[in-house]
Structure formats: structure tokens, C-alpha cells
């Protein structure tokens, strides 16, 4: 067979181990004045600002985001958020778990509680996932799934995880594991700032 273009690749990243569960997708605009409090979040939340102003306290952290700012909430810690202009506040989000090698993403990725979403990107994919929470087409729930892991995935290039981030999930893995993981662990240690291939992972470990 001939071709006039062909690149074909498996993917070859860590992040293949990656795995994400939706629990829920949201499009609201509240009261002037808002308030919502939680002695303990119960799950993590991923929301993009439209309009208006929120005042956010998780834990010992506060910060206040605005139109276009990305909030992350992480599950377990207390929860305050605020509107503060007696203006609605709008905003589209969704509720979700994500673990890489059984370690919380979003606890090892520490991001703070807003950043602007600098792409571009994140908006349409969040209005489009409001679009199909409504819509009911389909497959819809697959559509969903995958529309709000894009969105997972397009946050973590907005504010990727720091070099501390990974050698904190190394250390809590290397306590957990020994053997042929605990030197695969070493390896990926060694080489972070290169992207993963896994054949050269096995060969290195020996597999």
C-alpha cells in the first residue's frame, strides 16, 4: 500500500495510566451575594469563570477569580466561595476523580485555586460540555466524559505540575513499592523532563 502521508504512533506517555471518572457537569448563574460553604469537599471541581467575581477560601488558601480564571477545588478541605459585588455570578464546571498510578492528580499537581486559562481553549470545550449535559444526545455520557477530560487535560498545559509535584508522587510510590516498580520508579525519576517511552522503561527494569 502507498501513501502520501503516514505517521502512525501508540502513545507512549505516563499519562496513558491515567485514569478519570466525570461525576457531574454544571452550567449556573446565581443570586447577587451567592454563598456556599462545606465542611469538606467531596470531590475535586474544575470551574471556568464567565462573569462575574468569586471569592474562594479552601483551607489555610483564599484568592479571588474572575471572568476567564480556571478555579480547582480539591476534595477534602473545607470550602467557602463567595460573589462579593451583589452581581450574578456565572460559571460552567464539572465535578470528577483523576489518579495516575493510584496517586490523586490533583493532589500531587498542587495548582492553586485560580489561574487564567491563557489558551483560550478551555471556554468552548466547557460550554460545549453544558451543551451536551442539557442536550441529552446520543452517547451523550460518553461525549461527557470525554469532553471534560480534554478539559482536565488542556489545565494541566495552562499550569503544569512543577518538578516538586512529581518527586512527591515518586516518594509516595517508592514507599508503597519495591522491586522491578521500585526501579521503574527510579528510571522515570531520572529522566521526568523527557517524555515517557515505555519500551525503554522495560528495557531499563528489565521486563
Known amino acids: 500500500m502507498l501513501w502520501i502521508r503516514s505517521h502512525i504512533a501508540a502513545p507512549q506517555d505516563i499519562w496513558t495510566q491515567a485514569v478519570f471518572r466525570l461525576h457531574f457537569a454544571f452550567d449556573v ?15 475535586d471541581e474544575l470551574w471556568i469563570i464567565r462573569s462575574g467575581r468569586c471569592e474562594i477560601q ?7 477569580a474572575q471572568s476567564g480564571d480556571l478555579v480547582v477545588l480539591r476534595a477534602g478541605e473545607p470550602r467557602l466561595t463567595i460573589e462579593p ?16 498510578l493510584n496517586l490523586d492528580i490533583v493532589q500531587i499537581w498542587q495548582p492553586p485555586l485560580c489561574f487564567h486559562d491563557s489558551s483560550t481553549h ?24 470525554a469532553l471534560a477530560q480534554q478539559i482536565f487535560a488542556r489545565a494541566l498545559r ?13 516518594a509516595r510510590l517508592r514507599a508503597a513499592q519495591d522491586g522491578a516498580i521500585g526501579e521503574a520508579l527510579r528510571y522515570i525519576e531520572a529522566h521526568f523532563q523527557q517524555p515517557l517511552d515505555l519500551e525503554k522503561l522495560s528495557r531499563a527494569v528489565h521486563l
Not at 95 to 100: D, K, P, R, V
Request: proline share 11%; aromatic share 8%.
Open 122 to 145: 478551555i471556554a468552548p470545550l466547557m460550554q460545549e460540555l453544558a451543551r451536551e449535559n442539557l442536550q441529552e444526545s446520543p452517547a451523550y455520557g460518553l461525549q461527557m466524559q
Open 85 to 100: 459585588d451583589g452581581q450574578p455570578l456565572e460559571l460552567l464546571g464539572f465535578g470528577f476523580s483523576a489518579t495516575l
Open 29 to 43: 448563574l446565581t443570586v447577587p451575594h451567592w454563598r456556599y460553604s462545606l465542611p469538606v469537599q467531596p470531590q
Open 158 to 170: 495552562v499550569h503544569p505540575p512543577g518538578e516538586a509535584c512529581w518527586q512527591t508522587a515518586l
Open 58 to 64: 479552601q483551607g489555610k488558601r483564599s484568592a479571588t
